[in-house]
Nanobody, 122 residues
Framework: QMQLVESGGGLVQPGGSLRLSCAASGSIFRINAMGWYRQAPGKQRELVAVMISGGSTNYADSVKGRFTISRDNAKNTVYLQMNSLKPEDTAVYYC????????????????WGQGTQVTVSS
């Protein structure tokens, strides 16, 4: 049974920092990509940052220069370091992973975490 367990959300003042973590557990052959999405009230879920297995990264324009995604492959864990937080960063942040369970299965399966609330407010 695959699980993505997130941690690190909370309340922070504008200009502050938070670090989110997401650990994948279960039957894993290879993680093709891991990343973070967010959904603010009344808005669609949007990509924040993603890292693919080769190490390439992609960020939403709104977080470039402020957020950094990193991965610990040995722990199947992805991190999101969020600096210079703004009130508009307030949202539920979801971890996402594309995982292959077997060398025989070329198409990865998509998994989501339960979400962690990030609130930026004074």
């Amino acid at each position: 049974q695959m699980q993505l367990v997130e941690s690190g959300g909370g309340l922070v003042q504008p200009g502050g920092s938070l670090r989110l973590s997401c650990a994948a557990s279960g039957s894993i052959f290879r993680i093709n990509a891991m990343g973070w999405y967010r959904q603010a009230p009344g808005k669609q879920r949007e990509l924040v940052a993603v890292m693919i297995s080769g190490g390439s990264t992609n960020y939403a324009d709104s977080v470039k220069g402020r957020f950094t995604i990193s991965r610990d492959n040995a722990k199947n864990t992805v991190y999101l370091q969020m600096n210079s937080l703004k009130p508009e960063d307030t949202a539920v942040y979801y971890c996402n992973a594309a995982i292959r369970h077997s060398p025989l299965l070329l198409t990865p399966r998509d998994y989501w975490g339960q979400g962690t609330q990030v609130t930026v407010s004074s």
